[in-house]
């Protein structure tokens, strides 16, 4: 069973930095594409962030361009969003999630194309 596990979360004022971990298990991690999604109360969960299952691919909403970078350790089956330049409006609870299918090249974006979600962690940032 695959499990999901984001930790990082928390209370940052504008302009500040966070970085999210989302911890994997029951998988093969390095087989597979990673992502980060975000929903803010009262709105669809969006597509944040992506990360191949090499590491080499990567994709980012525009909104998060510039700010944000995903990363991963397969050895340590983990992957990151570092997030900078937080603004109000990246207020959210964030949540990591599993390509449906392992080995594709490019960085997954749809949420369609995830299986696997974790729990999700709160991020609020202040004005």
Do not use: H
């Amino acid at each position: 069973q695959v499990q999901l596990a984001e930790s990082g979360g928390g209370l940052v004022q504008a302009g500040g930095s966070l970085r999210l971990s989302c911890a994997a298990s029951g998988l093969t991690f390095s087989s597979y594409g990673m992502g980060w999604f975000r929903q803010a109360p009262g709105k669809e969960r969006e597509f944040v962030a992506a990360i191949g299952w090499t590491g080499v691919n990567t994709a980012y909403a525009d909104s998060v361009k510039g700010r944000f970078t995903v990363s991963r350790v397969n050895a340590k089956n983990t992957m990151y969003l570092q997030m900078n330049s937080l603004k109000p409006e990246d207020t959210a609870v964030y949540y990591c999630a599993a390509a449906l299918v392992p080995c594709r090249a490019r960085a997954p974006t749809g949420r369609g194309e995830f299986g696997s979600w974790g729990q999700g962690t709160q991020v609020t940032v202040s004005s």
